[in-house]
């Protein structure tokens, strides 16, 4: 049997035993915290750039619309040979595939009137 004078140390280790192991799952707890808000984070930046990456796609979609338009209403003058044709505006297509051409484009830009250029387009690039 236990000893009358065991039982303070026993009831002490216990103790120590018990906080220590609340220690151990407060610590587990924190970290679970930690690691759900870390990946909430990346999940919430992730969807961002996904979010900009369309944005940048469709923006480049809209540009490339609008210099195909730009050519084809607004050299309805023009003989239709390639040679004849608007330089820069080449130059400008040839670039938005390549993903280089600088423009800068407002939205719902692309509604042209017969036979003439839209002058909300702003295409800026250098012939």
Known sequence: MLETCH?????????ITSRGAFSVMEERIQNDRFHFQAETQRR????QRDREREREVE?????ALAAVSALIWGSTSVNWEPARLRIPIWIIIIRL???TAPVSLP???LHHSAGKKDPRVVLLAEP
């Open 44 to 47: 919430d930046a992730r969807k």
């Open 97 to 99: 595939l390549q993903g």
């Open 7 to 15: 039982i303070p140390v026993l009831l002490r280790l216990l103790c």
């Open 59 to 63: 923006d480049k979609v809209n540009v």
């Open 107 to 109: 939205h719902n830009s």
